[in-house]
């Protein structure tokens, strides 16, 4: 079954220059189609939480899947582009830039809990205006605040600058399932085997090997959310037994693929409509 897909445009919210308003929040929903977001930046910095569905977020320096456990952080004036699969439901809070100094200043994943679940449902039901000293205004600071002391999330797929590296990630993005040695890829990035496993260690951190198993897992978890089994996943991502690629999950994330899932499959849900334009 094909899926249609639209273009949407960045909110008129992040734009906003009003210390006042300290977190604006919006809620919207992607309907029977998948979004996809130009790329573009914000004056004020974005928290972005999917109370249901996954949500890619991919910026010059990374690509992060988020799940209802989770938020992006995405400072003010960071480009960035973001993928709402279809019936999704996601909230935004921007955050004013007077604020700025309170918060990371990069790009990266927030593991939140069930409270910053309810001040986030609070701040959209608040809506985008209230008054200076009012018991809603109160209520944004502390979201604030909440926000600050988020913990970073270790899953994530930081990309390269170097053009070598680039070329071959840009390939395994494009072939997850792709069952080719550094042997190959180090003729596609015309080095040696080793140079290119120096190069990715020097650009991400990762080791060649460790950076294939994150792009797997995060790919796993965006097939599983949809709804496929994790015999189906293993084997779209070119497994030939579900014990190797459970284990390989394991090693990434701590968890088996269920135990994962279970974990970071709570939704949230808010009933009024709403949509990105």
Known sequence: MNISKKTVMPHI???LVDSSQPVVAIPFRTGNC???????????????????????VQ?????????PSQAAWIPSMHEHRILYPQNTTVYALFIDSSLSSKFKNYCCVLNIDSFMKELILKAVKIGE??????????IMQVISGEISRLTPSSLNLPLAKDERVLRVMNYLLDNPASSK?????????????KNLNRLFM???????????????????????????????V??????????????????VTGKTPGAFLREHSCQVNYTENSCLT
Not at 59 to 67: D, E, F, L, P, R
Not at 208 to 217: E, N, P, Q, Y
Not at 236 to 249: C, E, K, P
Request: net charge positive.
């Open 13 to 15: 919210a992040g734009s």
């Open 34 to 56: 998948e979004s996809f977001g130009i790329a573009h930046s914000h004056k004020r910095a974005q928290f972005i939480y999917p109370g249901t569905g996954i949500v890619k």
């Open 59 to 67: 910026t010059g320096y990374g690509i992060w899947c988020i799940s």
């Open 129 to 138: 205006k209230y008054s200076v000293g009012s018991h809603e205004h109160s």
């Open 181 to 193: 040695q550094l042997d190959h890829f180090s003729k596609i990035a015309c080095t040696s085997t």
């Open 202 to 232: 020097k650009e991400t951190r990762l080791t060649f090997g460790t950076w294939r198993k994150h792009l797997k897992v995060l790919e796993a978890v965006e097939k599983l959310s949809k709804g496929l089994s994790v015999t189906e």
């Open 234 to 251: 293993s084997i779209d991502l070119g497994y030939r037994s579900l014990s190797s690629f459970v284990s390989m999950f394991r090693k």
